[in-house]
């Protein structure tokens, strides 16, 4: 490159000062944290902080800090309120209306984590934090309710074809929950054969020869993902995409 042509380059200061005002919109995070129990699929919520908002809940999200990257913060956050640092979490979109927070723009990418809630104790040290069946939701802070619907439409989208849904259950578990754990998550009645061939057909699964305890129904026999659907850790299980 000619010294002519490096001097028509701008700087990276010029760069900001010309476009300001694109150098002050905020970027956040939104975590919606799912998890199972009771034979419901339910998400983690924390009642809103602002006065615009005063009474709803909201899903939990916090501004990008600038000395850290998406990925830093998404886990920051997940480590903060759920006290879990390796589980599954997955980018899903980015939601960036111009209203959609009252302080000025903000642009916000949203992720989704699953949690076994049975066998994960949580950090819920927020009196105003609780699990919330989605069935029941109805109104959200900000556009939490179109973020939450995006993410549990992925959700939908990748049961069948990834095995990303057995972080809401524990280690071993029967082929009675896991259909009432996709039932759950479909918002359908499937039917028993068909399930069970489909999953048959998966090739996810092992049977560990161990039968159900202490249940209400006919015991059933026990399962667990296969190794190399599990992406090792730091003891809190978390799936890969296969």
Not at 12 to 23: P, Q, T, V
Not at 43 to 59: H, N, P, T, W
Not at 89 to 115: C, D, N, W
């Amino acid at each position: 490159m000619t010294e002519k042509a490096l001097q028509q380059l701008k700087t990276a200061e010029i760069e900001k000062i010309s476009h300001l005002d694109y150098f002050n919109i905020g970027i956040t995070v939104d975590c919606v944290i799912l998890g199972y129990d009771e034979k419901e699929l339910k998400v983690l919520l924390i009642k809103s902080d602002m006065q615009e908002f005063s009474g709803l809940y909201s899903l939990l999200g916090d501004f990008i800090k600038p000395d850290e990257d998406l990925e830093t913060a998404s886990y920051r956050i997940l480590k903060e309120r759920t006290g879990l640092d390796d589980v599954y979490l997955e980018q899903v979109h980015t939601f960036g209306g111009l209203k959609r927070h009252p302080s000025g723009r903000v642009i916000t990418i949203a992720y989704y984590s699953l949690i076994d809630i049975r066998n994960h104790k949580l950090q819920l040290s927020h009196n105003e934090l609780h699990w919330h069946p989605v069935t029941e939701i109805k109104k959200l802070a900000f556009d939490h309710r179109l973020i939450l619907d995006t993410c549990l439409g992925r959700l939908r989208e990748q049961v069948m074809e990834h095995p990303v849904i057995f972080n809401l259950l524990p280690e071993k578990f029967s082929l009675r929950e896991l259909q009432e754990l996709y039932e759950a998550i479909l918002g359908v009645e499937l039917d028993r054969r068909n399930f069970r061939k489909k999953i048959s057909i998966k090739d996810w699964l092992v049977d560990i020869d161990e039968m159900e305890n202490n249940v209400p129904h006919r015991p059933g026999r026990l399962y667990t993902l296969k190794k190399q659907y599990k992406i090792k850790g730091s003891g809190t299980k978390a799936l890969a995409l296969h």
